[in-house]
């Protein structure tokens, strides 16, 4: 594949990946913070949306108390206060065992789990896991991140990769950002975008496209951690892994 080309096609639903004619799992954390080994969950959301980007199914979102204050910074994002999640979160450790089993039985169907940013979440996820001594998948398999993606087939499009920039740049509504739920679907919605714009370069199974994940994501993050040190910050070490960081 030629990285400096761009791929636009208009695919018929039987050249779309099979991943992407059928439904997907979707999953997003709001938490206290972005620092993976600190951070704690808040709400979270894990949902099956079909081919078309559309809820079906129960979709499943979690109001947890995460056990310290929730810093004002991170209030004014998500919108979830101390107070509101003492008195309206459930502990902290019933969520992370429910939303684990949840990923659990999507993969355990073979149904891809996508995730923006997928070491953020599932990283943090882990580490909570380890935090109340509850079971860790032992294979995270498939997850689709749309982030790693969208770099890897459109690496020099100019500007940031945000979530809320990428909707809008794949035609994508997003209208409450960083809603757990919101967010989740859109990252969905973004994955069947890049699949219809790139149907042409996609495997068609979501294990065999995970794996290649592996290696974009790292690509990514080498190539930034080279152009950190190239603007003198030489002292700047990357944090490799996917979809979970060490």
Known sequence: ???????????????????ARNPIAVFD????????????????????????????GND??????????????????HGVTTEIAVAK?????????????????????????VAYNAPYDFTILR?????????????LVPIIDPLVIDKKLDRYRSGKRRLELVAAHYGIK???????TADAVAAGQIAQAIARKFAAVL??????????QIGWSREADLSFADFMHKS??????????WPEKA
């Open 174 to 180: 997003l209208d409450d950002a960083h809603n757990a």
């Open 29 to 56: 954390l709001e938490t206290t913070g972005l620092d993976h080994k600190e951070s704690r969950i808040v709400t979270a959301c894990a949902a099956l949306i079909d081919a078309e980007g559309k809820v079906i």
């Open 89 to 113: 979160g459930r502990e902290l450790g019933l969520v992370v065992s429910e939303i684990i089993e949840t990923l659990r039985s999507y993969f355990d169907q073979g149904i891809p789990v």
């Open 203 to 212: 495997p068609s199974s979501a294990e065999e496209l995970h794996e290649l």
């Open 60 to 77: 499943l979102e979690w109001l947890a108390n995460p056990g310290i204050e929730i810093p004002l910074e991170a209030s004014n994002v």
């Open 232 to 241: 003198g910050k030489t002292d700047f070490v990357p944090q490799l892994g």
């Open 1 to 19: 594949m030629n990285d400096n080309q761009l791929f636009e096609v208009d695919p018929s639903p039987s050249d779309l990946p099979d991943w």
């Open 127 to 139: 580490n909570h896991a380890r935090l109340f001594a509850i079971d860790w998948p032992e294979k």
